[in-house]
């Protein structure tokens, strides 16, 4: 036997003993300082004759074997973990009998929000509403694909239907007119089909919320950015510059539980301190908690017109996270008289990527039919792969942008020494694309940076406090 190339050994200081991570099996163990001077001495498990080595009995050895710690002497873990990348990759790229499409009627927005990305495409002069002819071809793509897979068994995965922007409250005509007669071909071909929004809330009043009904758009993302007091000046709305927050929140209290609300509070090394006192108004004008809404953090990962960096370290947000994922727990207990528990997040070597961009039959739609494979790059035409009209005529794009982690990207990042490999999804390659540069904070999974502070808060939470932590599940 040998040892495996993935394991990670973490210091406990809180209980003087090691975790002992693997990252192929996603095992963690408890080790005491023989185990681990076992697994870093610098031996051959084939000698016999190596004091340590024969310290460890069977019954232990067959305990390391089996979590992946150890591994026979002919296998490649290396050939083992690529084959799974491989695998996960393939099944998002070129899965069929799915479509994906975000659509943007308009590029125009009634707010002026101070890190949007979008401000920085100022060569798209395209920011007027989607004309009829861009909207027939939509509905033309979508009937042609539910036809192509008639004869399928049945779509496991949802087709889904996206609203993004600009603010596509802003277009209401056209969600109303493309929305509702996707639903009737959906209907006619009995496909599963997923329906959302992304707004920044404005316009979501009675009005909106009925064309949103109607056409069975029922999943609605908004987004703030604290408190009013900074949530006003990062979110600007110039019709009314103090009052954003106020009409927000306003229209989310009067959102029936029909609608599934996620509310995304952004977050950054200024505002973080700020969390707590978003949480209250919440709170407060009771919106939370609702078993309709779900309330989440996101990182900013854009920078200003002025080029300030408003982003966050990634084992710095993680943390925020948790502690604001904790202090929504001890709230709603507490406003429900409840005995919700603390879920753990743990490392898996399940390969998620982003459909969007590497997906085949996934696209972005500009009002003017526009293309694009990530929505950070809508309104950029020096980004757009192509024109919806294209898509008619038989052609996908495959070719011409993908967001896909070549092996030459992995080798320039050092992915295949990399102990995290195994459950490194890999964050988006974009800013790669865009730029030509390699910038490991926005390149790399999350894991390499907050791994071992994720591993160690969870052991010593669940011995510190059983009763706050859900059963884990297994995956």
Same mark, same amino acid.
Not at 64 to 92: A, C, N, Q, R
Not at 264 to 271: A, P
């Given at each position: 036997?040998?040892?495996?190339?993935?394991?990670?050994?973490?210091?406990?200081?809180?209980?003087?003993? +090691?975790?002992?991570?693997?990252?192929?099996?996603?095992?963690?163990?408890?080790?005491?300082?023989?185990?681990?001077?076992?697994?870093?001495?610098?031996?051959?498990?084939?000698?016999?004759?190596?004091?340590?080595?024969?310290?460890?009995?069977?019954?232990?050895?067959?305990?390391?074997?089996?979590?992946?710690?150890?591994?026979?002497?002919?296998?490649?873990?290396?050939?083992?973990?690529?084959?799974?990348?491989?695998?996960?990759?393939?099944?998002?790229?070129?899965?069929?009998?799915?479509?994906?499409?975000?659509?943007?009627?308009?590029?125009?927005?009634?707010?002026? @929000?101070?890190?949007?990305?979008?401000?920085?495409?100022?060569?798209?002069?395209?920011?007027?509403?989607?004309?009829?002819?861009?909207?027939?071809?939509?509905?033309?793509?979508?009937?042609?694909?539910?036809?192509?897979?008639?004869?399928?068994?049945?779509?496991?995965?949802?087709?889904?239907?996206?609203?993004?922007?600009?603010?596509?409250?802003?277009?209401?005509?056209?969600?109303?007119?493309?929305?509702?007669?996707?639903?009737?071909?959906?209907?006619?071909?009995?496909?599963?089909?997923?329906?959302?929004?992304?707004?920044?809330?404005?316009?979501?009043?009675?009005?909106?919320?009925?064309?949103?009904?109607?056409?069975?758009?029922?999943?609605?993302?908004?987004?703030?950015?604290?408190?009013?007091?900074?949530?006003?000046?990062?979110?600007?709305?110039?019709?009314?510059? !103090?009052?954003?927050? $106020?009409?927000?929140?306003?229209?989310?209290?009067?959102?029936?539980?029909?609608?599934?609300?996620?509310?995304?509070?952004?977050?950054?090394?200024?505002?973080?301190?700020?969390?707590?006192?978003?949480?209250?108004?919440?709170?407060?004008?009771?919106?939370?908690?609702?078993?309709?809404?779900?309330?989440?953090?996101?990182?900013?990962?854009?920078?200003?017109?002025?080029?300030?960096?408003?982003?966050?370290?990634?084992?710095?947000?993680?943390?925020?996270?948790?502690?604001?994922?904790?202090?929504?727990?001890? !709230?709603?207990?507490?406003? !429900?008289?409840?005995?919700?528990?603390?879920?753990?997040?743990?490392?898996?070597?399940?390969?998620? /990527?982003?459909?969007?961009?590497? /997906?085949?039959?996934?696209?972005?739609?500009?009002?003017?039919?526009?293309?694009?494979?990530?929505?950070?790059?809508?309104?950029?035409?020096?980004?757009?792969?192509?024109?919806?009209?294209?898509?008619?005529?038989? $052609?996908?794009?495959?070719?011409?942008?993908?967001?896909?982690?070549?092996?030459?990207?992995?080798?320039?990042?050092? @992915?295949?020494?990399?102990?995290?490999?195994?459950?490194?999804?890999?964050?988006?390659?974009?800013?790669?694309?865009?730029?030509?540069?390699?910038?490991? #904070?926005?390149?790399?999974?999350? +894991?390499?940076?907050?791994?071992? #502070? !994720?591993?160690?808060?969870?052991?010593?939470?669940?011995?510190?406090?059983?009763?706050?932590?859900?059963?884990?599940?297994?995956?």
């Amino acid at each position: 036997m040998k040892r495996s190339i993935y394991n990670i050994i973490i210091e406990n200081k809180d209980y003087n003993n +090691w975790l002992l991570f693997n990252s192929r099996i996603c095992s963690l163990l408890e080790i005491d300082e023989h185990v681990k001077k076992y697994l870093e001495g610098d031996f051959n498990f084939q000698e016999n004759n190596y004091q340590e080595a024969q310290q460890l009995n069977e019954e232990d050895k067959t305990a390391l074997y089996e979590s992946g710690i150890l591994v026979d002497d002919d296998f490649d873990e290396l050939t083992d973990v690529m084959g799974l990348d491989k695998k996960g990759y393939d099944l998002y790229e070129n899965i069929e009998n799915y479509l994906n499409l975000t659509i943007c009627p308009t590029y125009g927005c009634n707010m002026r @929000c101070s890190y949007c990305y979008e401000s920085f495409y100022k060569d798209s002069k395209n920011y007027g509403m989607m004309n009829e002819e861009v909207q027939q071809d939509i509905i033309n793509l979508y009937t042609n694909h539910c036809v192509k897979n008639k004869h399928k068994s049945d779509n496991i995965i949802a087709d889904t239907i996206s609203w993004y922007g600009g603010e596509p409250l802003l277009n209401l005509k056209v969600i109303n007119n493309v929305q509702g007669q996707i639903n009737k071909i959906q209907k006619q071909f009995n496909r599963k089909l997923k329906r959302s929004i992304t707004t920044n809330g404005i316009l979501l009043n009675s009005k909106s919320l009925r064309v949103l009904k109607d056409n069975e758009i029922n999943d609605i993302q908004v987004t703030i950015d604290g408190p009013p007091v900074i949530h006003n000046k990062r979110r600007y709305y110039p019709k009314d510059p !103090t009052k954003s927050f $106020d009409i927000i929140l306003n229209n989310l209290a009067i959102i029936d539980d029909y609608f599934k609300i996620t509310i995304r509070v952004n977050v950054d090394k200024e505002n973080y301190k700020y969390l707590d006192n978003t949480l209250e108004e919440l709170v407060t004008r009771k919106i939370w908690p609702r078993k309709n809404i779900t309330l989440y953090t996101a990182n900013i990962k854009c920078h200003t017109l002025n080029n300030v960096n408003y982003s966050m370290e990634q084992n710095m947000f993680a943390k925020i996270k948790r502690e604001f994922r904790l202090k929504k727990l001890e !709230t709603y207990n507490l406003l !429900t008289n409840g005995n919700a528990k603390f879920k753990l997040i743990f490392p898996t070597r399940k390969k998620d /990527g982003c459909i969007t961009a590497i /997906g085949k039959n996934a696209y972005v739609i500009g009002p003017q039919g526009d293309i694009y494979k990530c929505w950070s790059n809508v309104g950029s035409e020096k980004y757009s792969v192509g024109n919806i009209s294209e898509i008619i005529e038989g $052609d996908n794009f495959s070719n011409k942008y993908s967001f896909n982690i070549t092996s030459e990207l992995r080798n320039k990042l050092g @992915c295949y020494s990399c102990k995290i490999l195994p459950i490194c999804s890999i964050s988006c390659p974009e800013s790669y694309i865009r730029e030509g540069t390699i910038n490991h #904070d926005f390149l790399c999974s999350k +894991w390499k940076f907050i791994l071992e #502070d !994720t591993l160690l808060f969870n052991y010593n939470l669940q011995k510190k406090h059983p009763e706050l932590v859900a059963p884990a599940k297994k995956v």
